[in-house]
C-alpha cells in the first residue's frame, strides 16, 4: 500500500534554532517528493522536489534530502524564524498508469520568540 | 498569492441548507482539483478534473456535487451536509492532469462548518 508517514507530528523549537523533518514512504513506483509548506489559514505552498537521482536540495534556509535505495526525506530548516511556524507537509508522486499524489500527515512546527 | 481563489474563506451551514464553493484559477492550468482535510488526517482527494472533464470521482458521497463549466473555474455544490463533512475544502490546479507529479497550487481554502 503506497503511504507516507512523517514525523515528529508536532515540534517546537526556538527562533534561531535548527530542526530537521522526516518523511518515509513506501510508494512503488517513485516519481518524485515534494515538501510543502501550510501557513495557518492557507493552502499548502511548494518548497521543493526531489526526484530520483536528487540528494540533496536547497531552497534559502530549507534544504531537502533524498535517500532513495531507504526510501527518506528529510527537511532540514536552518536558523529558524518566526514565520517558518507552519505545517510541512510530503507528498510524494507515484507512476502506476497515471500519476497520483500521496500526501503525509504533516510536521506541525511552532518557533518560539 | 497562488493565483487559485477560493470563496468563501468561511461557511457555516446547517444540515438541510444547499450552498457552493467556488474556485478560480487565472494560471492557464488544465487540471483542477478539490481536497478535503481533515485535522491530523492526510489530504483526501475528492475530484478531479481535466479539460473541464471529470476524471476521478473518490467515491465521495453524493451530497458533494462538482461542476467544472471551464478550464478556470470549478465549484463544490453542497446539500444535506453531516457534522462530520466540517474540514478545509482546498482547490487545486496544476498544468498537466498529476501529470509527472508537477507542482499542485492550492487556495487558501474554505473552512466548512457543519451544524
Known amino acids: 500500500k503506497n503511504q507516507v508517514e512523517q514525523s515528529p507530528q508536532s515540534l517546537i523549537i526556538l527562533e534561531g534554532k535548527n530542526c530537521t523533518l522526516q518523511?518515509?514512504?513506501?510508494?512503488?513506483?517513485?516519481?518524485?517528493l515534494r515538501w510543502y509548506k501550510q501557513d495557518t489559514g492557507r493552502g499548502p505552498v511548494s518548497l521543493t522536489i526531489?526526484?530520483?537521482?536528487?540528494n540533496t536540495k536547497s531552497n534559502g534556509r530549507y534544504t531537502a534530502t533524498l535517500d532513495a535505495d531507504t526510501k527518506q526525506s528529510s527537511l532540514h530548516i536552518t536558523a529558524s524564524q518566526l514565520s517558518d511556524s507552519a505545517s510541512y507537509i510530503c507528498?510524494?508522486?507515484?507512476?502506476?498508469?497515471?500519476?497520483?499524489?500521496?500526501f503525509g500527515t504533516g510536521t506541525r512546527l511552532k518557533v518560539l520568540a | 498569492e497562488t493565483g487559485v481563489t477560493q470563496t468563501p474563506r468561511h461557511l457555516v451551514m446547517g444540515m438541510t441548507n444547499k450552498k457552493s464553493l467556488k474556485c478560480e484559477q487565472h494560471?492557464?492550468?488544465?487540471?483542477m482539483y478539490w481536497y478535503k482535510q481533515s485535522a491530523k488526517k492526510p489530504l483526501e482527494l475528492m475530484f478531479v478534473?481535466?479539460?473541464?472533464?471529470?476524471?476521478e470521482n473518490n467515491s465521495v458521497p453524493s451530497r458533494f456535487s462538482p461542476e467544472c463549466p471551464n478550464s478556470s473555474h470549478l465549484f463544490l455544490h453542497l446539500h444535506t451536509l453531516q457534522p462530520e463533512d466540517s474540514a478545509l475544502y482546498l482547490c487545486?490546479?496544476?498544468?498537466?492532469?498529476?501529470?509527472?507529479?508537477?507542482?499542485?497550487?492550492f487556495g487558501s481554502g474554505t473552512q466548512l462548518s457543519v451544524l
Open positions: 487545486a490546479s496544476s498544468l498537466e492532469f498529476q501529470g509527472r507529479g508537477e507542482k499542485l497550487f
Open positions: 518523511c518515509n514512504y513506501t510508494v512503488s513506483p517513485f516519481s518524485n
Open positions: 526531489m526526484t530520483f537521482s536528487e
Open positions: 507528498v510524494v508522486s507515484a507512476t502506476s498508469g497515471t500519476y497520483k499524489y500521496i
Open positions: 494560471l492557464g492550468h488544465n487540471a
Open positions: 478534473y481535466n479539460f473541464k472533464e471529470q476524471t
